[in-house]
Nanobody, 122 residues
Framework: QVQLVESGGGSVQAGGSLRLSCVVS?????MGWFRQAPGKEREGVAA??????NYANSVKGRFTISRDTAKNTLYLQMNSLKAEDTAMYYC????????????????????WGQGTQVTVSS
């Protein structure tokens, strides 16, 4: 079992930045960030598998995923935020290596946090 706790969400104006953190009880090979806006399906944002990263096209160049295994923590640095980035953001983990092409599929992930809300006002 893996427990994940997200933090760092909040309200920010368009163009601003936030850094999300996810503390995990155990390091896992694959970790990712997903988001879900009201009335929409959960979608992949960014993932890190080993040292390989993958991003949704909508956030490429604006978001950066990283992790500090010594601190059991996953991060998501979000810059140049837009109103359409408003959503609940979730951290996900898997002990297995997830193929890059599959990292944006929520069904490939085993463990989830409770989420942290990000609201971007225009």
């Amino acid at each position: 079992q893996v427990q994940l706790v997200e933090s760092g969400g909040g309200s920010v104006q368009a163009g601003g930045s936030l850094r999300l953190s996810c503390v995990v009880s155990r390091n896992t090979y694959s970790m990712g960030w997903f988001r879900q806006a009201p009335g929409k399906e959960r979608e992949g944002v960014a993932a890190i598998v080993g040292i390989t990263t993958n991003y949704a096209n909508s956030v490429k160049g604006r978001f950066t995923i990283s992790r500090d295994t010594a601190k059991n923590t996953l991060y998501l640095q979000m810059n140049s935020l837009k109103a359409e980035d408003t959503a609940m953001y979730y951290c996900a983990a898997s002990f297995f290596r997830i193929d890059t092409i599959a990292t944006m599929d929520p069904g490939k992930w085993s463990y989830w946090g409770q989420g942290t809300q990000v609201t971007v006002s225009s």
